[in-house]
């Protein structure tokens, strides 16, 4: 479904998660914040799009909600939330945003750079939730993959509807074929991306 052209090493969860589960839960943790705040960027810069604002509404919340939950577990476990990582992987993503070409062109191109980074986080989930040695985290991150997969179908079908000289299938196989060779620089530390 997801179509990602090189995936996880299963022994990035048992060389670098399970050794470090409080960086893993801090890196998540503002994943989801960025999430949200993505969303709320593409209602801010596409208030005349009201299925997108209505969707972005409800995915900020959903995001938020994420950014509690595994908040949550950082204090149950004794840790606390450190600080804000940068994500390389989702910046070198970003380079690959068109700037410039319009307003269509650059709001495919923010779809389908959220999608992808949905895409790629629920394929780490999946991994993580049939890789740890940690049963609730196990059971956490199952039901996120299936959160991420939902909000991966989203972002192409938004771009699908939106879309009007784009072809999406074409750029979306562009996309993938980018980050092919952008993700094989990650899954070596205890990050989400990286």
């Known amino acids: 479904m997801l179509k990602l052209q090189l995936p996880t090493d299963p022994q990035w969860v048992t060389n670098v998660v399970q050794s470090n589960i409080e960086e893993i839960l801090t890196d998540h943790a503002f994943c989801e914040q960025k999430a949200a705040s993505n969303a709320i960027t593409l209602i801010v810069q596409n208030p005349n799009l009201s299925e997108l604002v209505q969707e972005m509404v409800m995915l900020a919340q959903e995001e938020l909600d994420h950014f509690k939950r595994v908040h949550d577990l950082i204090l149950q476990r004794g840790f606390v939330l450190g600080r804000e990582r940068k994500d390389n992987y989702v910046n070198e993503l970003a380079k690959f945003i068109i700037k410039g070409g319009g ?3 650059q709001l495919i191109d923010r779809l389908l750079f959220s999608a992808m980074i949905e895409a790629r986080s629920c394929e780490r989930f999946k991994v993580m939730s049939e890789h740890i040695n940690d049963a609730e985290l196990s059971a956490f991150y199952h039901e996120l993959m299936v959160s991420e997969a939902t909000h991966y179908s989203m972002f192409i079908r938004l771009a699908k509807k939106y879309a009007t ?16 060779q952008v993700v094989q620089n990650y899954g070596k530390t205890e990050t989400i991306h990286g």
């Open 103 to 105: 307003r269509e062109a």
């Open 165 to 180: 000289t784009i072809d999406v299938d074409s750029r979306w196989k562009t996309f993938l074929e980018y980050e092919a």
